[in-house]
C-alpha cells in the first residue's frame, strides 16, 4: 500500500497542505513544533480514524477554525487506487469515506489502510502500564483479524455492564450477573486465542529484528501473560466477586492481560538503558510491520518519527539498511537534523522526496525518483 498524495486544511498547526510523495522515502525535516509529527499524525489518522496525539477530534482543529478535513490517495500493492477522506466539523460527528462512500461504522475501515508507526511516545509501551501492551496487541491484531475486533468490542461491553453491577448501592441479581460474566468467557476465549496466536507467531520475528540491529549483544524475550492461561474464566469471575464487589472493578479477565517484556530475564522496564529500549521498540514495531504484510497481503506505510535519537550509529545504520531493503515499501523519516537525513539519504539506494515543515508549511526541497514515479 502507497499512498500517492495527502491534502490538509486545518489539521492541527497545518492550515492548508497539499504533498505529492514518494513512493518509497519521505523524509521531513525541521525543527520542534514546525508540524512534521502533525503531517505524520494527519497520515495515521487516515489509518485509523484517530489521532496519535490527542483523544479529542475537536484539539485536531486549527486554532479558531471551525472544521478539518483530510483526504489520500492511495494505491494498493496490486495497482488499485482509491480515495481516503475525513472530515470534521465542531459539534458533530465525524465522517469516514473510502471512494466517496460513507462508511456506517469507523471500525469497517481498520486495516483497509494498513500503517505501522514507530514514535518517542512509543516508550510508553515499556514505561506505562500493562493497558499500554494491551493496546499494542489488539491494534495489530484488529487490523486483519475483523471477528477479534468484534469480539473485543463485545467484551467491553460487557466488562462494562458488570462493573456497573458491581458499584451499585445493592447486591447485584446473581442471574443477571451470571449471564453477564458468561458473555465475557465466551468474548475472552477468542479474544486469548487472538492474542497468544500472535506472540506466538510474532517472537521469532522480533527476535531476528533486534538481532540484526543490537548485533546480537543482548538476550531479550517477549511472552503473552492472562488468567485464562491459569483456569476457567467463568469459575474465577464467579469466585471474584465478593472481592470485586469491595474492590468496585473486575479483576479478572482478558483486559488484564500482560506482554511481558523482558532484557537479559529481567523486566525491560527496570534494566534497560534509553538506547537498549528504543533498539527493543524499534525490533518490535518492524516485527509488527513484518506480521501485518505476511497476514494482510497489503505492504503497510511505515512512520518513524525521531527515531534515531538515543541510538548510536551502528544501530542507526542497520535500522536503515533493514527499512531500505526487500520487503519494506513506502516510508516517512521526520528529524530536526538536516545533515543526518541527508547522510540516510546517500546511504541508500532509493527514491525519496525530502521536505520541510516550517510553521506549519511544507516545501519540497529535493529529489530523486524512481521508475515508479515516472
Partial sequence: MKINNISLLNYRNLRE?????SPKVNCLIGRNGMGKTNLLDAVYYLSF????VTATDNSNI???ELFFMLQGCYVSDSGIEEEISCGFKRGEKKQFKRGGKAYERLSDH??????????????????????????FMDMVISQYDKEYLA???????ALQQRNVMLRADYAPDAEMMSLIEDMMVAEAVRINRGRKQFVEELVPIFSQFHSTITGDSEQVSLRYRSHLNDGDLGELLAASRTDDRNLGYTSKGTHRDELVMQLGGYPIKKEGSQGQNKSFLVALKLAQFDFLRRKGGETPLLL??????????????????LVSGEGFGQIFITDVNREHIDSILESIDSGYRLFEVKKGEVELLKERAVETEM
Avoid at 480514524?49 to 496519535?52: A, G, I, L, V
Avoid at 505501522?116 to 500493562?130: F, K, T, W, Y
Avoid at 469480539?151 to 461491553?157: E, G, V
Fill in 304 to 321: 518513524l518519527d525521531d527515531i534515531f535519537d538515543k541510538l548510536d550509529s551502528s544501530r542507526v545504520e542497520q535500522i536503515v539498511n
Fill in 17 to 21: 497542505v497539499d504533498i505529492a510523495l
Fill in 110 to 135: 481498520i486495516g483497509s489502510i494498513p500503517l505501522v508507526m514507530v514514535s518517542p511516545a512509543d516508550n510508553e509501551l515499556i514505561a506505562g502500564g500493562s493497558e499500554e501492551r494491551r493496546r
Fill in 49 to 52: 480514524c484517530k489521532s496519535t
Fill in 151 to 157: 469480539a473485543l468490542i463485545r467484551y467491553n461491553r
Fill in 62 to 64: 486549527l486554532h479558531d
